[in-house]
Nanobody, 123 residues
């Protein structure tokens, strides 16, 4: 069983920054690709970013490209999402997810989810 716990969410003004963390326990973290997803009120959960097991490959949704940076520290069993130049439309609950297969990092398919952390960006 893999457990994921997010932290770092909060309230920030537009243009500000937040750094989310996701601590993974229960299995060898380096065996899992990791991703971040978000869900705004009344909307479906959407992909934000993903990172390969080694950390060498990263992927981003067009809406966050150039503003968000995904990273991981396998020695600390922790993944991160650095969010800069935040916009009100970035508001939502951010969830981290893990799966042994990078291509499975999709809502409804991925094996393991965290409980989420709220990010609110005020205009």
């Amino acid at each position: 069983q893999v457990t994921l716990v997010e932290s770092g969410g909060g309230l920030v003004q537009a243009g500000g920054s937040l750094r989310l963390s996701c601590v993974v326990s229960g299995r060898t973290f380096s065996s899992y690709a990791m991703g971040w997803f978000r869900q705004a009120p009344g909307k479906e959960r959407e992909f934000v970013a993903a990172i390969s097991k080694s950390g060498y490959s990263t992927y981003y949704a067009d809406s966050v490209k150039g503003r968000f940076t995904i990273s991981r520290d396998n020695a600390k069993n922790t993944g991160y999402l650095q969010m800069d130049s935040l916009k009100p439309e970035d508001t939502g609950v951010y969830h981290c997810a893990a799966d042994p297969t990078l291509s499975r990092l999709q809502p409804g398919i991925v094996n393991y989810w965290g409980q989420g952390t709220q990010v609110t960006v005020s205009s």
